[in-house]
T-cell receptor, first 117, second 114 residues
Framework: GAVVSQHPSRVICKSGTSVKIECRSL??????MFWYRQFPKQSLMLMATSNEGSKATYEQGVEKDKFLINHASLTLSTLTVTSAHPEDSSFYIC?????????????FGPGTRLTVL | QKEVEQNSGPLSVPEGAIASLNCTYSDRGSQSFFWYRQYSGKSPELIMFIYSNGDKEDGRFTAQLNKASQYVSLLIRDSQPSDSATYLCAVRLDRGSTLGRLYFGRGTQLTVWP
């Protein structure tokens, strides 16, 4: 099946720093990539939808200047958490739809656990 | 408004029993329905998807869809302790600007005890 990777899997940083998370589709071209955030014991919350070559669409309440998304190619999307603060500590998960089969399942990455001290 | 409702649980069943997980959705335009399993600290993994009314079976898992009642369920037969996880119901509209987007429920925590 299609594989999505994320890097890093875990990151600890100081408050005020920026953190970049990469999401790659390893064996397929992704038309769309999605970024989710999940706090402990809560469900996935969609942050933004990212299409290759265009600006990301952010969900209501998500600050686009704080969570920068770049979808530079059909296999790579990045999420940068700028000036991270402890309240940004969460589990960040990306997913992707396969270009050739947009109606098929979303393939999820393994997630990135961010801890901001 | 696109809402997906699940009983938060926790649902606790003995090993070998049938676990029944339920989900309702508000948007009648929903076209595709997914059940994901999420272990603690891990990302979701797809168990089953269903598009048409009726039942769909895959091994110990059966998904049931009733679009008229806006209801989808997941049955797990012969439950095993390894099935203990949070189960997420997701729906997809498959149209317009929401193409490909999943709407998730809050999840039901299942515990299977030996």
């Amino acid at each position: 099946g299609a594989v999505v990777s994320q890097h890093p899997s875990r990151v600890i940083c100081k408050s005020g720093t920026s953190v970049k998370i990469e999401c790659r589709s390893l064996d397929f071209q992704a038309t769309t990539m999605f970024w989710y955030r999940q706090f402990p014991k809560q469900s996935l919350m969609l942050m933004a939808t990212s299409n290759e070559g265009s600006k990301a669409t952010y969900e209501q309440g998500v600050e686009k200047d704080k969570f920068l998304i770049n979808h530079a190619s059909l296999t790579l999307s990045t999420l940068t958490v700028t000036s991270a603060h402890p309240e940004d500590s969460s589990f960040y998960i990306c997913s992707a739809n396969e270009r050739e089969r947009p109606y098929n399942e979303q393939f999820f990455g393994p997630g990135t656990r961010l801890t901001v001290l | 408004q696109k809402e997906v409702e699940q009983n938060s649980g926790p649902l606790s069943v003995p090993e070998g029993a049938i676990a029944s997980l339920n989900c309702t959705y508000s948007d009648r335009g929903s076209q595709s329905f997914f059940w994901y399993r999420q272990y603690s600290g891990k990302s979701p993994e797809l168990i089953m998807f269903i598009y048409s009314n009726g039942d769909k079976e895959d091994g110990r898992f059966t998904a049931q869809l009733n679009k008229a009642s806006q209801y989808v369920s997941l049955l797990i037969r012969d439950s095993q302790p390894s099935d203990s996880a949070t189960y997420l119901c997701a729906v997809r509209l498959d149209r317009g600007s929401t193409l490909g987007r999943l709407y998730f429920g809050r999840g039901t925590q299942l515990t299977v005890w030996p």
